[in-house]
């Protein structure tokens, strides 16, 4: 059916106003799968806190109630933006995205984009930390190296977000020009600095991973070394998914197409699920730790030697019942 009245607006700017109607629901979506992940995750770190007292644990619930936090700050500021463009503004000249486009260093557009900017720092922060953990294995002075790479990504990319939040709060300024949504110079260069972190440190746990996997001992049972070496537990501790959303969002940014807008919020809220989902086997003990390697290593070796005790035994009494036969015989 034919709509009632075609909007006097650009087929480029109808896309961009139906793909932010996107992303808010996508963004909004994943809000919500993150509130259950926290209250779960929140739960059992505090009932182990009152239990153990382990630092870990205290550290964890911190920094996933800040990360939760701040993502709800996002989420207040992104959905009073859209009331703005879509109901209080919605018959300005232009359209809703005219809207944004002239309300671009406003209040709400710099707490929005500030929020995600730490959002994604204290993300990759965590990440850097995780790949750390897994390289550790190679030896620490290895471990600090590999990690060296992403962390002066992240800090440049931190420069240059904060250079274009506050030249966007001097419209008239070369940079704001520079960075605003139809230039793409401030912009896709910290689009691509923000999300090359996350990039990279999946690449370097995949690849430590699937040598972990490579080299997991054989005399290591299935289900123990399932937990550290499966498919679903590599997929997750590297946050591959998320890696791939951020790929396609710096494509389609870099193409200056609307789909940006969905991809971008759909990696911002994939990054956090794959940080809870971490945080949840970190709880459990099921995450790679430090050690992980060398007890499994440790592992193996006492499951050899009660399979060497095992077969000794079983010699054993072959023997003596063959001697006891001769005997009768």
Known sequence: MAPYAIPPESADLLNHERYILASDFISGAGYGIQAVLYIICASYLWHEWKLHHQHIHAILLLYMTLLFLTSSVVQVAQAHLIELMFVDNKSMPGGPWVYLELNLGGILDLLSQGAELAL????????????WVVWFSAGHHIAYLIILFPALILIAAIIT?????ISFTHPTSPLALAGGPHGMTWTTTYYTLIFSPGIVLTILILIRLM??????PAGLAHAKAGDYTSLVTILVESSAVCSVMAVACLVTYGTNSPMNLPFADATI???QICEYLIIARLAHGRAWKEDTMATMHFEARQ???SVNDSEINISGRIADSTKLEQARV
């Not at 994604?120 to 790949?131: E, G, Q, V």
């Not at 040598?211 to 997991?216: F, Q």
């Open 120 to 131: 994604l720092a204290m993300c990759s922060i965590f990440m850097i930390w995780r790949c």
């Open 269 to 271: 809220a994939a990054q």
């Open 211 to 216: 040598i972990h996997k490579y080299h997991t």
């Open 303 to 305: 499951v050899d030697a």
């Open 161 to 165: 977000g904060t250079i274009v939040f």
